[in-house]
């Protein structure tokens, strides 16, 4: 298997090659279509990215599988799996607001969030940070070492989530921060999954959680928080996955479940 440091050179490579392309083309970035429901959108700019990314691993690892946000998944010969977000934050980046970015994570073993091992993954912003981490060797911020040692009690926990496209599953979550609220600092929504992961490692927020993710969100993003120091867990402390991700620091991982247990996060979707 490929050392987790020399996929992280491909994964940071490529993230900042689609990033570049992102950044230039975001005037007049027309959208191109809907996806879960018409407030789920998609750029030219998103399938541009995306068919960058595929190419260039066509041509760099050829044998490696990938799984996308927007193409068809191509199974791995080698045991790697590149998983995709070409623009994690649309709709911030068709409104012109720069927290997005390009994520691009490997994986080992079947591509699926319960079953895989996150190798290493790479996200470039909107704002030209390079966020990157590779398994076993830590996290960084445009090469900058990540690691959360300590965290505030929940009282004083600003945590960061996000919500989905599909209205009844929108108002399920908005119960649930509404449970939420009166037990923490405050809550913070800015709209991109594997960002709002990446500022929980740098401690820019405290903690995360969100309901209804895709993998893609995820990869990079969950692995720059966990080598930062933070675990990042489904609702029952098991592996994260599509259901329910949160990232906390673990001296406060186990409270902020309990209060989203209190608020109803196990009855969403």
């Given at each position: 298997?490929?050392?987790?440091?020399?996929?992280?050179?491909?994964?940071?490579?490529?993230?900042?090659?689609?990033?570049?392309?992102?950044?230039?083309?975001?005037?007049?970035?027309?959208?191109?279509?809907?996806?879960?429901?018409?407030?789920?959108?998609?750029t030219e700019?998103?399938?541009?990215?995306?068919?960058l990314?595929?190419?260039?691993?066509?041509?760099?690892?050829?044998?490696?599988?990938?799984?996308?946000?927007?193409?068809?998944?191509?199974?791995?010969?080698?045991?790697?799996?590149?998983?995709?977000?070409?623009?994690?934050?649309?709709?911030?980046?068709?409104?012109g607001?720069?927290?997005?970015?390009?994520?691009?994570?490997?994986?080992?073993?079947?591509?699926?969030?319960?079953?895989?091992?996150?190798?290493?993954?790479?996200?470039?912003?909107?704002?030209?940070?390079?966020?990157?981490?590779?398994?076993?060797?830590?996290?960084?911020?445009?090469?900058?070492?990540?690691?959360?040692?300590?965290?505030?009690?929940?009282?004083?926990?600003?945590?960061?989530?996000?919500?989905?496209?599909?209205?009844e599953?929108?108002?399920?979550?908005?119960?649930?921060?509404?449970?939420?609220?009166?037990?923490?600092?405050?809550?913070?929504?800015?709209?991109?999954?594997?960002?709002?992961?990446?500022?929980?490692?740098a401690?820019?927020?405290?903690?995360y959680?969100?309901?209804?993710?895709?993998a893609?969100?995820?990869?990079?993003?969950?692995l720059?928080?966990?080598?930062?120091?933070?675990?990042?867990?489904?609702?029952?402390?098991?592996?994260?996955?599509?259901?329910?991700?949160?990232a906390?620091?673990?001296?406060?991982?186990?409270?902020?479940?309990?209060?989203?247990l209190?608020?109803?996060?196990?009855?969403?979707?």
């Open positions: 298997m490929t050392e987790p440091l020399a996929l992280l050179e491909v994964a940071a490579r490529l993230a900042q090659e689609a990033g570049d392309l992102v950044v230039r083309g975001r005037e007049g970035a027309r959208i191109a279509g809907t996806k879960s429901s018409a407030a789920d959108i998609v700019m998103d399938l541009a990215a995306e068919r990314l595929r190419d260039r691993l066509a041509e760099l690892r050829p044998d490696d599988g990938i799984l996308g946000e927007e193409g068809d998944d191509v199974a791995s010969r080698s045991g790697i799996t590149w998983v995709l977000d070409p623009i994690d934050g649309t709709v911030n980046y068709a409104y607001i720069p927290y997005y970015g390009v994520s691009v994570a490997a994986v080992s073993g079947p591509p699926r969030t319960h079953e895989w091992t996150q190798l290493a993954g790479a996200i470039s912003t909107g704002s030209g940070e390079l966020w990157t981490a590779a398994k076993g060797e830590g996290a960084w911020r445009d090469g900058e070492p990540l690691r959360r040692v300590s965290a505030p009690p929940l009282a004083t926990t600003l945590v960061a989530t996000g919500f989905q496209y599909v209205p599953l929108r108002a399920q979550q908005g119960r649930v921060v509404a449970g939420l609220l009166p037990e923490v600092r405050d809550i913070r929504r800015m709209g991109a999954a594997a960002l709002d992961l990446c500022h929980a490692a401690g820019i927020v405290d903690a959680y969100e309901h209804r993710i895709n893609w969100d995820m990869a990079a993003g969950g720059v928080a966990a080598e930062a120091g933070l675990k990042v867990a489904g609702l029952d402390g098991g592996p994260a996955d599509e259901r329910l991700v949160i906390a620091h673990p001296d406060v991982w186990s409270d902020l479940q309990q209060a989203l209190a608020a109803g996060a196990a009855e969403v979707g």
